[in-house]
């Protein structure tokens, strides 16, 4: 596997606390090179913009990004994405990115647009529970190192 980012993961948020960037700089750190988070800042919100042009903007914004990092394939992280747990995820993200470079997206607060929905390769949930977007991130960060660690064979992950 070569050492330069492969596996980005792309999330819009307003809020970026420090200790959640804290994290997610650890688990990206662990992942040797192989992982790049970019973190989209959304347009400004105003009472005059629909959800529908919310996300619009959110899609060029992110369509921007996969195209400066030269992403074909994506995943998006969507509440009603199919469920995996642990070792299927690594299989998944494994499985896509011997081929290519691919992306892991976290939505804004109104979620994707059905245009982007159709593009992507898998939604995948990452919780049943609704979990703010920071928290999100720092999930999949976690979740990124951990399949690195399930493929390489790594202690890490246990069953």
Do not use: W
Not at 76 to 97: A, P, T, V, W, Y
Not at 100 to 128: M, P, Q, Y
């Amino acid at each position: 596997m070569s050492k330069k980012a492969r596996i980005f993961l792309i999330s819009i948020s307003r809020h970026q606390s420090n200790s959640i960037t804290s994290l997610t700089n650890e688990y990206t750190k662990r992942c040797t090179g192989l992982l790049q988070e970019i973190v989209i800042r959304p347009p400004t919100r105003n009472k005059s913009l629909t959800v529908v042009e919310i996300k619009k903007q959110e899609l060029k914004l992110i369509k921007k990004v996969l195209k400066a990092q030269k992403i074909n394939q994506f995943i998006l992280f969507d509440e009603n994405g199919s469920r995996f747990n642990s070792q299927q995820f690594s299989k998944i993200i494994f499985d896509l990115q011997t081929k290519d470079r691919i992306a892991l997206i976290i939505g804004g607060a109104d979620g994707f647009s059905d245009e982007i929905k159709k593009s992507a390769v898998e939604l995948i949930s990452i919780s049943t529970l609704t979990i703010s977007h920071e928290l999100a991130r720092v999930v999949a960060c976690e979740q990124i190192y951990r399949a690195l660690t399930i493929k390489s064979g790594h202690p890490y992950h246990r069953e």
